[in-house]
């Protein structure tokens, strides 16, 4: 498994590694659904795009992590997987293009876990070492 959950106080924490930074940002979508849904029906309805810029990698992957909840929590629509995905390196930082596949929440076949309040910054950092990119996440519950 390419994330685990670890022991947080009052929060929910992950750590990721994967072999590319934008199997890293998939990868840290996939744990963010995962902290927040429970054995809910996944069913493709519709896509989404979103460009991000941000100074930094963690930037990005907050800005990122944050706008899928802000997908669930405000427009109530549940995020399923990364259809595309280019992260590309500006002279002013990065870029995130991403177009990402989700449907409508629906009560009968969604069941939230657990409430994210903010994706946060305490203790990220995005590191690569020996051609593997790893972070941990906190979000605030």
């Given at each position: ?10 929060d929910i924490a992950v750590e ?52 899928l909840n802000f997908q669930l ?42 409430e994210i309040k903010a994706v ?22």
């Open positions: 498994m390419p994330f685990k959950f670890i022991e947080h106080t009052a990721i590694e994967e072999d590319s930074i934008e199997k890293l940002f998939i990868t840290s979508a996939n744990a963010w659904r995962t902290s927040v849904m429970e054995g809910s029906s996944i069913q493709i309805e519709s896509s989404k795009k979103f460009i991000f810029t941000s100074n930094t990698l963690e930037g990005l992957l907050i800005e990122f992590l944050s706008e929590y405000t427009h109530k629509w549940v995020f399923v997987s990364v259809k595309e995905i280019k992260l590309q390196e500006l002279t002013t930082g990065f870029q995130l293009e991403v177009e990402v596949l989700g449907q409508s929440f629906n009560n009968g076949l969604h069941f939230l876990k657990a946060t910054y305490h203790q990220m950092m995005i590191e690569k070492k020996e051609n593997i990119f790893s972070t941990r996440i906190v979000f605030d519950i």
